[in-house]
């Protein structure tokens, strides 16, 4: 049976990158009093840097999805960027654990088809592969029935080892 490319560039990446954090943490743990001056350590730390910066990158494509595809309608692009244990916190004060929880209050929004949603990125910050967190003002509007609301909308996001995934997502209404 036949690997599929994809399968088999994936497992290269991750073993590639898996391999650059070893021996970058190695490097960076033995520091100077290990016996590894600061020259020896440069390229394992260079390296630990450009993962960083594609991780970085990986997040930006992640957030984009996640933002537009809420945006669009897309509700089996929007389910797929979340972890099954996430966590929504409404403006309202209502918790939705779990992504089933999250879809089922969110149906009315992908089935209707009519809300209007824009938003203004406010802050970011990225935690090299292991975490990230990004606030939004936001905009949702319903036209027909005059409803809008602006919210700061606050998305925690986790890497897998493979992608980013929102873990935590909270609004808070603004006037």
């Known amino acids: 049976m036949s690997v599929p490319h994809r399968t088999v560039l994936r497992t290269t990446l991750v073993l590639a990158c898996g391999a650059l954090l070893g021996a970058a943490g190695n490097a960076a743990a033995a520091g100077p009093a290990g016996g590894v001056d600061a020259a020896s350590a440069a390229p394992a730390l260079a390296a630990q840097n ?98 809008r609301q602006r919210a700061l909308t606050g998305v925690t996001y986790t890497h897998d080892g493979f992608k980013w995934l929102a873990v935590a997502d909270q609004g808070t209404k603004l006037p």
């Open 50 to 147: 450009i993962l960083h910066r594609l991780c970085a990158r990986q997040f930006e494509v992640a957030q984009r999805v996640d933002m537009e595809s809420f945006r669009d309608y897309d509700a089996e692009t929007f389910r797929a960027g979340h972890d099954e244990r996430a966590v929504t916190v409404f403006d309202s004060g209502a918790v939705r654990t779990g992504i089933d929880a999250i879809m089922t209050t969110l149906a009315s929004h992908f089935n209707d088809r009519e809300a209007k949603w824009s938003w203004t990125e406010r802050y970011r910050v990225v935690d090299g592969c292991r975490s990230a967190y990004i606030l939004y003002e936001t905009v949702y509007e319903i036209p027909r029935v005059g409803y």
